[in-house]
């Protein structure tokens, strides 16, 4: 919550869905649209939604809260099925157990995975 320091939820937390978009399509958006709501006496935002725009009609969304439930979670969505890791960015939560859920084509797997980030 420190202008002077860069403060605000984008660059605290927003960075892990910036970060995990990224580093899962392996690009670069094109175009990014940010909607943000500022804090007024503190001058930096408490909430961001992002929509990324890349090569070959990828979009991805993200949003980043300091007012929200606490959550570290994405999802990865295409034409076939989904992935989704409810567990992915601290490992100090759930005693470092991570989750990966992928749905396909109406099977589900679940596959658990000790510690670090995923």
């Known amino acids: 919550m420190s202008k002077e320091k ?3 939820c984008l660059y605290d937390v927003g960075c892990y ?18 909607h ?42 295409g034409t076939i099925g989904r992935i989704l890791v409810p567990r992915a960015f601290l490992p100090d939560w759930y005693g470092g157990d991570k989750e990966i859920i992928v749905e396909k084509e109406g099977e589900k797997k679940i596959t658990y995975v000790q510690g670090g980030s995923v």
């Open 17 to 34: 869905g910036i970060h995990s978009i990224r580093n899962i399509l392996g690009m670069e958006p094109k175009s990014v649209y940010i």
């Open 36 to 77: 943000a709501i500022l804090d007024e006496s503190y001058g930096v935002d408490t909430d961001v939604v992002g929509y990324l725009s890349f090569p070959q009609n990828v979009r991805a969304v993200f949003d980043a809260s300091f007012n929200m439930a606490k959550r570290a979670e994405y999802e990865v969505a």
């Open 6 to 8: 860069g403060g605000g």
